[in-house]
C-alpha cells in the first residue's frame, strides 16, 4: 500500500499538526505502509525521521500541480489529506477525484463551531465553491475525538467518519517529574486569540497571587503578544513572563518544572499540549471548548467553561491543592496517555482505517481500538 500524505506544513510555528501529522507517518510507514509526506517549503521545518519507506518532499503549489497531474492509481492506494480551506490541499482533492484515486480528509479543527464563525462569509463562499465538494467525496473524514466528529455532522457530511485521537510519542520523554512545589503555572501553545489568554490573564489579575508565576511559551503574531506585554503594564498584571516558544528537550523541561498546565481555549479538534503535559505528570487545566473530559474522569485535572470566574475558581482550587495530590494527579494523567494516547497505538489504527476504507463499500464509521 502507497499513501501520499499532503499537509501545508511543517514549520515550527505552524501548530500541532506541524508534529503530529510526520510522527504519525513515521510509525504507519513501519507497518508495511509506503508513505510520502508532501508540504510546502519552510524557514523552520521541524526534524523528520525519514526511512526507506517513508519519504518527504517540499513542493511549491505549482510542483504541486504537476505531481498531481501525474499520479495515477497503479502508483498510489489512497492520498491522506490534512486540512482544509487551503488551496494546497484543495487542488490535490480535485486532481485525485479526476484520476480517480480515493482520499481521506483530516480537517484538523478546520470545521469547529469556533473556526466556522470567524470570517464566516469566507468560509460559506468557500464550501459553495470547493470545500464542500471535497468533503463529501472524501471516501471517509478522519476526527481526533468524538466532539469533532459531532461537529462535522452537524453541518451536514454523512460519509463514514473515523475517531482516531492523535498520538505522542513517549519514547522522546526522558523523565517525568518527580517533584512538585515550584508555585508555577504554564501555558504552552501558540499565542492566538483562539487560545484564550487574554482570559488567563485576567484570572491571574484577580487572583493576584505573590508566591506563584505565570510562564507563557510559544509562537505567534508579534504585535498581538507586543499588545499582551503592554496589557500586563497597562494593568499592573505581576509575576507574568512570556518566554518564546519551546522545542524539543527544552519544551519538556519547560513542562516539568511546572505544577500545573493550563490552556483557557476557545476551540480545540484534540490540543496535544494537553496530551504532553499529562505525559510529563502535571496536572491540567482547560476549558470544554478541547475534548478533554477526561482531565474529570481520570481525576487528572480540570475540565471547565471558558469564563474568567470559572478560571479564578478553579486556579484557587488547583494552587491549594497539597503537592502530594498534585503528585498523585499526575501519575494518572501520565497513565492515561500510555494506556491511550501512545504513538504506536494509534499508528495501528491508522494503518487498520486505510485498510478498511479500501476495502469497503457503504461502510458505516470506522471503529478505533483504543481502549
Avoid at 523552520?44 to 513542493?59: C, G
Avoid at 464563525?117 to 470547493?130: D, E, F, G, M
Avoid at 510562564?215 to 518566554?243: H, M, P, Q, W
Amino acid at each position: 500500500m502507497r499513501v501520499l500524505h499532503i499537509v501545508g506544513s511543517i514549520d515550527k510555528s505552524a501548530g500541532g499538526p506541524s508534529r503530529s501529522v510526520p510522527q504519525t507517518c513515521e510509525q504507519v510507514s513501519q507497518l508495511g505502509v509506503e508513505i510520502e509526506l508532501i508540504t510546502r517549503t519552510s524557514a523552520h521545518p521541524i526534524e523528520v525521521n525519514t526511512s526507506k519507506s517513508f519519504k518527504l518532499s517540499f513542493r511549491s503549489l505549482k510542483q504541486l500541480i504537476l505531481l498531481g497531474l501525474s499520479l495515477s492509481k497503479k502508483e498510489v492506494s489512497l492520498i491522506h489529506l490534512q486540512h482544509v480551506w487551503d488551496p494546497y490541499i484543495h487542488i490535490i482533492a480535485r486532481l485525485a477525484r479526476i484520476k480517480g484515486i480515493p482520499y481521506l480528509i483530516t480537517p484538523r479543527g478546520m470545521l469547529e463551531p469556533w473556526i466556522m464563525k470567524r470570517n464566516s462569509w469566507k468560509k460559506q463562499l468557500a464550501l459553495l465553491l470547493y470545500q464542500r465538494r471535497d468533503l463529501r467525496k472524501a471516501i471517509c473524514i478522519h476526527a481526533t475525538c468524538k466532539m469533532e466528529k459531532d461537529n462535522i455532522r452537524s453541518l451536514g457530511f454523512t460519509q463514514p467518519i473515523a475517531v482516531i485521537p492523535n498520538g505522542l510519542d513517549l519514547t522522546s520523554i526522558k523523565k517525568t517529574k518527580d517533584n512538585f512545589g515550584s508555585k508555577k503555572l504554564v501555558f504552552l501553545s501558540r499565542i492566538h486569540l483562539k487560545k484564550g489568554i487574554e482570559i488567563l490573564l485576567n484570572a491571574w489579575k484577580k487572583l493576584n497571587l505573590k508566591d506563584w508565576t505565570l510562564e507563557i511559551a510559544g509562537e505567534g503574531d508579534s504585535g498581538y503578544i507586543a499588545e499582551l506585554e503592554i496589557n500586563l503594564k497597562t494593568e499592573n498584571i505581576t509575576n507574568v513572563k512570556f518566554i518564546g516558544p519551546q522545542y524539543g528537550d527544552e519544551k519538556w523541561s519547560f513542562l516539568k518544572s511546572a505544577d500545573l498546565f493550563v490552556l483557557p481555549t476557545y476551540s480545540e479538534n484534540f490540543g496535544v499540549v494537553v496530551a504532553e503535559a499529562l505525559a510529563v505528570g502535571v496536572p491540567v487545566i482547560t476549558t470544554k471548548g478541547a475534548p478533554w473530559q477526561e482531565l474529570e474522569t481520570h481525576r487528572c485535572g480540570w475540565w471547565i467553561e471558558l469564563t474568567v470566574s470559572s478560571l479564578v475558581k478553579t486556579l484557587n482550587k488547583a494552587i491549594h491543592t497539597s503537592p502530594d495530590d498534585l503528585c498523585e494527579m499526575g501519575v494518572r494523567g501520565r497513565k492515561l496517555v500510555q494506556e491511550k494516547y501512545d504513538i504506536k497505538a494509534v499508528a495501528e489504527n491508522v494503518r487498520d482505517l486505510y485498510i478498511w476504507a479500501l476495502s469497503q463499500t457503504n461502510q458505516p464509521d470506522f471503529v478505533c481500538k483504543l481502549k
